[in-house]
């Protein structure tokens, strides 16, 4: 299929002539004498390309521009005149002309402009389709109501410039949160730049952050951008952002207040324009009690909160989810795409999923793998999930409230560690105990 173009001028000759050589070149022409036909003309036909003239009686170019703008911002237009000046050529670009060119026409350089153009738009095209499926792709899956709730949060803040602080447990997708707010605001086209606070060494982290000069710190032979310079323009992510250090929130705080830095070992000045989008896992005004974590940060981050729901607060969402996951995982793998029998899913959804959804999807991926059969079944599941129902079953079986008690408190903290990877001290914080009272159950449950 040949590509279309609209051909608006008053000039009868050019009409005639600049038709028959853009036709010889393969193209499909479409022409108007004024601005009111070519607008009735880009409605009816959808040309790929407008080429048009400034002067025009009616409505001059710049306002038919205008208008073409209003309704088909996509659409390619190529200023042609022969009054071409600077004020003009700027006022045309302004408002959206790909490009300028002035009669008497050079019908080469009209054919480069045209080609550049159509190649200009085929790529805007492309980006937006990519963008789509990346929009697809980092979408927060799920029907339950906390998920529905979410994704009203997350598609009412995104188009803002508002910061963001994502709360919730963890493996329960923050990332993805912060992803899908990225993508869908008006910083898209631009990056967003993920900071690990827990996974960069203290002395370091300023480097990280902010950058430094050729050999400011040891061993460093060349100049390194830092983070907020390279987020400029788009999104800066700081996970974990608990798990920093009282210096090192300092300094945050300061370059988010001033919005200005300076690379390590330099002088020069450097502004950032950044939107930020904070989570972490943790209780941050816990830890603004305990003094690990300074309030003013927490109130200049917290300005939009969002609560990610942990996976057993969304169940209904899990046979969906598995679903994606055996989907991803048969593409990934190259393999036929396996299934989950009703009973194996029942129990997966009875699941309280201390490791929430990253838990879920290492499970799925893990018995797409070793599962040989096109079918998993139950007896291809985990011990500590198909166990489970019996688990509850003896618990409700037990005579005595106090027996009862202590035998739910150990499958209790027992699920706890799970998901502090049995980290005794990081479970008692949590779940607010002392380590010994944690480490007394267990000795008490060993065999």
């Not at 019908?107 to 045209?114: L, M, P, S, T």
């Not at 090192?248 to 450097?270: H, M, N, P, Y």
Request: hydrophobic residues 40%; aromatic residues 4%.
């Amino acid at each position: 299929m040949f590509p279309s173009i609209l051909i608006v001028d008053d000039e009868p000759s050019i009409l005639q002539s600049l038709s028959g050589l853009l036709t010889d070149e393969g193209f499909e022409v479409i022409t108007a004498n004024n601005g009111y036909e070519a607008l009735k003309v880009i409605d009816t036909e959808a040309p790929d390309l407008v080429l048009l003239d400034i002067w025009m009686p009616g409505i001059d170019g710049i306002e038919t521009l205008k208008e073409i703008k209003k309704n088909n911002a996509a659409l390619p237009v190529i200023i042609i005149t022969g009054h071409g000046n600077v004020e003009t050529a700027v006022k045309a670009t302004k408002l959206g002309a790909f490009d300028l060119i002035e009669k008497p026409l050079n019908i080469d350089k009209v054919i480069v402009a045209i080609n550049n153009a159509l190649n200009f738009r085929r790529l805007e095209e492309e980006n937006r389709f990519l963008r789509k499926k990346t929009i697809e792709k980092h979408s927060i899956s799920g029907v339950s109501s906390p998920v529905q709730a979410l994704k009203m949060q997350i598609a009412t803040v995104a188009p803002t410039e508002s910061w963001v602080l994502i709360k919730g447990e963890n493996g329960t997708g923050k990332e993805l949160v912060a992803r899908t707010i990225h993508q869908l605001s008006p910083r898209a086209e631009s990056p967003m730049i993920d900071v690990n606070c827990a996974a960069i060494p203290e002395t370091l982290i300023e480097s990280e952050l902010f950058g430094h000069e050729k050999g400011a710190l040891s061993g460093s032979s060349t100049k390194k951008r830092g983070k907020f310079e390279m987020a400029n323009t788009g999104t800066i992510f700081l996970d974990e952002i608990a798990d920093m250090s009282l210096v090192t929130q300092a300094k945050i705080l300061r370059v988010l207040d001033e919005k200005k830095f300076q690379r390590v070992g330099g002088g020069r000045v450097l502004t950032t324009d950044v939107r930020v989008i904070a989570a972490t896992n943790k209780d941050l005004e816990a830890e603004i009690e305990n003094g690990s974590f300074r309030e003013d940060l927490y109130y200049r981050l917290n300005v939009v909160p969002i609560e990610v729901p942990p996976l057993r607060d969304r169940a209904k969402d899990i046979p969906a989810l598995a679903e994606i996951f055996l989907t991803e995982a048969a593409a990934s793998n190259r393999e036929k795409r396996k299934t989950l029998s009703s009973n194996a899913l029942e129990i997966l959804t009875k699941y309280t999923w201390p490791g929430n959804v990253r838990e879920l999807k290492n499970l799925i991926e893990r018995l797409a793998i070793m599962v040989q059969k096109d079918t998993i079944t139950v007896r291809d599941l985990p011990a500590n999930l198909s166990d489970q129902k019996t688990a509850v079953s003896e618990l409700f079986s037990i005579d005595g409230m106090e027996k009862a008690r202590i035998a739910f408190e150990a499958e209790y903290v027992r699920k706890k560690l799970a998901a502090h990877d049995n980290d005794v001290a990081k479970t008692a914080k949590a779940i607010g105990v002392k380590p010994k009272y944690i480490k007394s159950l267990i000795t008490a449950n060993k065999g």
